[in-house]
């Protein structure tokens, strides 16, 4: 298969390379190396050169639509996004120029290559809005009403998506991600908490909290997330599925579960709730079990302890 992936330099994106390189597939990577880097990709290319092609390029440029078509790639991963919450709050005009305009850039190239399938990297923790724990984990049939610009433009992703497959049969598969973790996330960065939590403990610096800690998310592994991709790219055909684990950990739990492992009593610091933080979290699973033979393999605490051990090894 030749796949071309955007954002195949970043922590999600460059894990999918490695997959697809050692099963075989030629790969074509669009980068534009604002969050994801060239690092994640030395392994690929010292190991698979021939068979990768990495391209420096915003996907905002209109060009991306002509490198897709030239790529001519059976199946597009599209995983390049503005991905912070709270950026596309302060620019939601930035914010759509990338996930909207960048989108259909991307899928237009697809439609005039004669590509088989895009996937989509959709995000499950947003594009639900606030779901109620009543509710939890949330399915795929829950109602769309995302609060934030970013989880209006994912949601519009999938939206533009099925348009494209009535109109010009395009086959597409959207994946509503839980919270993504794994190495390679940037501890720097506002969404990875593990990857941020592993950077303060390895250093026996305190972790910051916000708000009480009791909040929780749905992490899920990120070679578990690259095994979904893969698995989409031949099943699933137009639809949405969550890919997550179904399960609630709080702030707290994941802090202390970490602090443990790493044999550290070093306290967390306590901040004021950030504006907006969704209370609860979690994502059924069904569809993605029904629909792709999906589900995660990799518990958190083994997930973590993979984490520390590759912040620690740098």
């Known amino acids: 298969m030749r796949a071309l992936v955007t954002g195949g330099a970043g922590f999600i994106g460059s894990t999918l390379v490695d997959r697809l390189l050692a099963e075989g597939n030629e790969v074509v990577v669009v980068d534009d190396f604002s969050s994801g880097s060239e690092a994640n990709l030395a392994n ?3 190991a698979h050169g021939s068979a990768l092609a990495v391209h420096q390029l915003d996907v905002r440029d209109p060009v991306v639509t002509d490198l897709v078509v030239e790529a001519r790639p059976e199946v597009v991963f599209h995983l390049a996004a503005q991905a912070d919450v709270r950026v596309s709050v302060a620019r939601p005009d930035f914010d759509a120029a990338v996930n909207v305009v960048g989108l259909l850039h991307v899928v237009e190239g697809a439609r005039r290559a004669e590509s088989r399938k895009v996937v989509f990297a959709s995000s499950g923790g947003t594009i639900y809005g ?9 399915d795929e049939s829950h109602p769309q009403q995302p609060v934030s610009p970013y989880g209006v433009s994912k949601k519009v992703g999938t939206d533009y998506l ?8 395009l086959r597409w598969t959207s994946l509503a991600l839980a919270n993504v973790y794994g190495p390679r996330q940037d501890p720097h960065g506002e969404a990875g908490v593990v990857a941020i939590f592993a950077g303060k403990l390895l250093a026996g610096e305190p972790c910051t909290i916000f708000g009480d800690g009791e909040q929780t998310r749905d992490y899920v592994y990120v070679d ?4 979904a991709f893969v698995r989409a790219a031949t099943a699933g055909d137009d639809t949405l599925c969550n890919i997550g684990t179904g399960s609630e950990t709080s702030v707290n ?8 492992a790493v044999g550290s009593d070093v306290a967390p610091v306590y901040a004021p709730a950030r504006a907006g933080e969704l209370a609860r979290s979690a994502l059924a699973i069904g569809r993605a079990a029904d629909v792709l033979d999906w589900s995660p393999q990799v518990a958190l605490a083994d997930g973590t302890r993979r984490v520390l051990d590759w912040f620690g090894s740098r």
């Open 44 to 46: 690929a290319t010292a």
């Open 253 to 260: 739990e994941l802090h202390a579960a970490m602090a443990a």
């Open 130 to 138: 606030e779901p109620g724990p009543e509710v939890l984990p949330v």
């Open 224 to 227: 578990d997330v690259v095994d």
């Open 162 to 169: 099925h348009a494209y497959g009535v109109l010009h049969g």
